[in-house]
């Protein structure tokens, strides 16, 4: 599962226009991914060059309750991690997959197919815990290509995601 979070990961930060890079098998600094551009937008006047850093988990579980949020339970050591305001820019990820294996990824002649969707949550600036912690996810805040462009953007102006 750990792995197909990654590749849905990379397979949406390509379709984007971004590099992504798997930082080691070590879930030291609670970061799993990094995403820059293939190509410098310094000189382009504000701008930046974007990185952002991904923590990437995955479930079986994909029961949106009637508010549309999914639970997922966050160790201290990644909330606390990812809640820190060190001014990097950080994002969970939660990749949703359907309960049988055989059906998370499909593939023909025609197609390649991942079943089910990721989703993203900002936790930077929420106050530190002691213990694990429960995370709500929006359906509403798909991990999409269109999201990605729009955050890389927003990052490259120095703008809060």
Same mark, same amino acid.
């Given at each position: 599962?750990?792995?197909?979070?990654?590749?849905?990961?990379?397979?949406?930060?390509?379709?984007?226009?971004?590099?992504?890079?798997?930082?080691?098998?070590?879930?030291?600094?609670?970061?799993?991914?990094?995403?820059?551009?293939?190509?410098?937008?310094?000189?382009?006047?504000?701008?930046?060059?974007?990185?952002?850093?991904?923590? #990437?988990? $995955?479930? %079986?579980?994909?029961?949106?309750?009637?508010?549309?949020?999914? &639970? *997922?339970?966050?160790?201290? /050591?990644?909330?606390?991690?990812?809640?820190?305001?060190?001014?990097?820019?950080?994002?969970?990820?939660?990749?949703?997959?359907?309960?049988?294996?055989?059906?998370?990824?499909?593939?023909?002649?025609?197609? #390649?197919? $991942?079943? %089910?969707?990721?989703?993203?949550?900002?936790?930077?600036?929420? &106050? *530190?815990?002691?213990?694990? /912690?429960?995370?709500?996810?929006?359906?509403?805040?798909?991990?999409?290509?269109?999201?990605?462009?729009?955050?890389?953007?927003?990052?490259?102006?120095?703008?809060?995601?």
């Amino acid at each position: 599962m750990e792995d197909l979070s990654y590749a849905y990961v990379h397979a949406v930060s390509a379709a984007a226009g971004y590099s992504c890079a798997k930082l080691g098998n070590h879930d030291t600094i609670s970061i799993d991914a990094r995403l820059s551009p293939y190509d410098s937008v310094v000189g382009k006047p504000g701008r930046i060059n974007p990185v952002l850093h991904l923590q #990437l988990k $995955s479930t %079986r579980v994909h029961d949106f309750n009637s508010q549309g949020e999914l &639970s *997922l339970q966050l160790s201290n /050591k990644n909330y606390n991690e990812l809640s820190i305001e060190d001014g990097s820019n950080k994002l969970l990820v939660l990749l949703v997959l359907p309960e049988n294996p055989r059906e998370w990824i499909v593939h023909t002649e025609d197609e #390649l197919i $991942s079943r %089910r969707c990721a989703y993203w949550l900002n936790l930077t600036g929420n &106050s *530190l815990v002691d213990g694990d /912690k429960t995370v709500h996810f929006n359906k509403q805040q798909a991990f999409s290509v269109d999201f990605l462009i729009s955050t890389m953007d927003k990052i490259s102006r120095r703008l809060p995601i």
